[in-house]
């Protein structure tokens, strides 16, 4: 049961429905072929010089339409390197690469995947369910949850888009780096779902968004 005075805090979260292979290059997808420019190069890692692993990206003019235009237009990406792993619990660090594009028709390159990728899956629909913040975040809306069960579904794990952050550990909002201001979930990636990657010993992370500064996007993880 749902307590009630939880209610007014509940978001849609929305999880990936998926296909094993890979789409167009704009496609919201894990793993792939991600759309870069025609002379760019696929992006590396600044301590290891290995190329990032190309996590994710999603086409933000496609997404469930209750979140347009909350996160803006053009396709986030997200690469990580899966060498060193050096810090990439910091939501600003540099061995990830999350960035918003805007990619414009003819100025794409049909990139060849550098190394070993993890196998595509195709984003191809989006499962809405309810979503209910933590014990921790509830507390701070002024709400106190007892409910053991309660605690034990939400918020909900795995992949998803919007909702409420699961946290592992404590609340762990970045901080715009232009404004300050606290950044909100984009999409929760997490260990061994849609991805075969483990963020430490089952670690959870997540893509943040300043509302104010849209292309201002972080990722970060925790694990217990
Ligand atoms: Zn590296
Ligand atoms: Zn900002």
């Known amino acids: 049961m749902i307590p009630e005075k939880i209610l007014p805090h509940k978001r849609s979260a929305w999880q990936p429905i998926t296909i094993d292979g890979d789409g167009v290059l704009t496609a919201s997808k894990f793993a792939g072929k991600p759309w870069l420019k025609k002379d760019e190069q696929w992006p590396q890692c600044p301590h290891c010089n290995n190329y990032l692993q190309f996590f994710l990206q999603l086409n933000l003019n496609n997404l469930p339409e209750l979140l347009q235009p ?47 990728s993890f196998p595509p899956k195709l984003i191809v629909g989006w499962q809405e369910l309810e979503d209910y913040p933590n014990y921790e975040e509830a507390a701070e809306l ?53 991805l075969p990657f483990m963020f430490g010993d089952v670690g959870c992370g997540h893509i943040t968004q300043c509302k104010n500064h849209k292309n201002q996007v972080g990722f970060g993880w925790a694990c217990g």
């Open 70 to 116: 909350e996160f803006g237009t053009g396709i986030l990406q997200m690469f990580y390197c899966t060498n060193c792993d050096y810090e990439g619990w910091k939501p600003f660090s540099d061995v990830h690469l999350i960035r918003i594009i805007q990619p414009k028709e003819g100025e794409e390159q049909d990139v060849e995947i550098p190394g070993n």
């Open 142 to 194: 002024g709400v106190e949850l007892d409910d053991e069960f309660f605690e034990e579904n939400f918020p909900i794990s795995g992949d998803k888009l919007a909702g409420w952050p699961f946290w592992v550990q404590g609340i762990e909002y970045p901080n715009c780096p232009i404004c300050n201001e606290k950044m909100r979930l984009v999409f929760q990636v997490d260990s061994e779902d849609n």
